[in-house]
Nanobody, 127 residues
Framework: QVQLVESGGGLVQAGGSLRLSCVAS????????MGWFRQAPGKEREFVAV???????YYADSVKGRFTISSDYVRNTLYLEVNNVRPEDTAVYLC?????????????????????WGQGTQVTVSS
């Protein structure tokens, strides 16, 4: 049974930083596409970043240069370093995984193409 458990969210001032974690179990972490999404109240789930099975990483334009996705293959943990945060980054951040495959941006950035989800961790940015 696949499980994804996020942690690390909290209240942070604009310009500050956080590190989000997602511990994965029940599948082979190193050969799975692992992504981060976020969802603000009243808005659709939004792609943030993905680490493909190949190790390649991709980011949404809105977070490029500020957020960094990384993996610890010993601890089966996916991280998201969130730097220089802005009030518009406030959301529940969710970890997701899917069967690895070659895909276009429209596929790996779509929540519909992910098989498993964590429960999310809240990030609130104060101005």
């Amino acid at each position: 049974q696949v499980q994804l458990v996020e942690s690390g969210g909290g209240l942070v001032q604009a310009g500050g930083s956080l590190r989000l974690s997602c511990v994965a179990s029940g599948h082979t972490f190193s050969t799975t596409d692992m992504g981060w999404f976020r969802q603000a109240p009243g808005k659709e789930r939004e792609f943030v970043a993905v680490r493909m099975w190949s190790g390649l990483t991709y980011y949404a334009d809105s977070v490029k240069g500020r957020f960094t996705i990384s993996s610890d293959y010993v601890r089966n943990t996916l991280y998201l370093e969130v730097n220089n945060v802005r009030p518009e980054d406030t959301a529940v951040y969710l970890c997701a995984s899917r069967t690895p495959r070659r895909s276009t941006y429209s596929e790996y950035s779509s929540a519909l193409h992910y098989d498993y989800w964590g429960q999310g961790t809240q990030v609130t940015v104060s101005s």
